[in-house]
């Protein structure tokens, strides 16, 4: 990977880690703000509805956010764009795709059909 590749996959990374740490504050204002306005059970019962949703999908932005500090941590390391798996270098295409992929496209498959077959699908 370039000098180049490399500060173009860290910006991208620092920029949604950013957008999603926003995200993540602007929730907790909603719902502390939902939560102090009184409404009738119809109300209610769609707040929470909207309230959960809302919740899962912080869930999942936080575990992004947790995978993009460790690519960065990685990058520090020297260890960024390794596959953990084979060891070889993933390459740049998978990595402006998935910036936070530990694996390359043939060990993601491989373990993907392992689950699979694991699962029964």
């Known amino acids: 990977m370039t000098m ?33 306005h009184s409404a009738d059970e119809l109300d209610t ?17 936080s575990k992004l956010i947790n995978k993009i500090k460790a690519a960065l941590r990685r990058m520090e390391e020297g260890d960024y764009g390794e596959c953990e798996m084979c060891g070889e270098d993933i390459g740049i295409a998978r990595l402006r795709a998935r910036p936070v992929t530990t694996f390359c496209i043939h060990c993601k498959t491989k373990l993907e059909n392992q689950e699979k077959i694991v699962s029964g699908f």
């Open 45 to 61: 019962s769609a707040m929470d509805a909207d309230r959960s949703f809302t919740l899962r999908i912080r869930d999942r932005e």
């Open 4 to 36: 180049e590749e490399h500060l173009f996959l860290k910006q991208l990374m620092v920029d949604q880690l950013e957008e999603l740490q926003r995200k993540a504050d602007g929730t907790v204002s909603d719902l502390l703000l939902l939560s102090i």
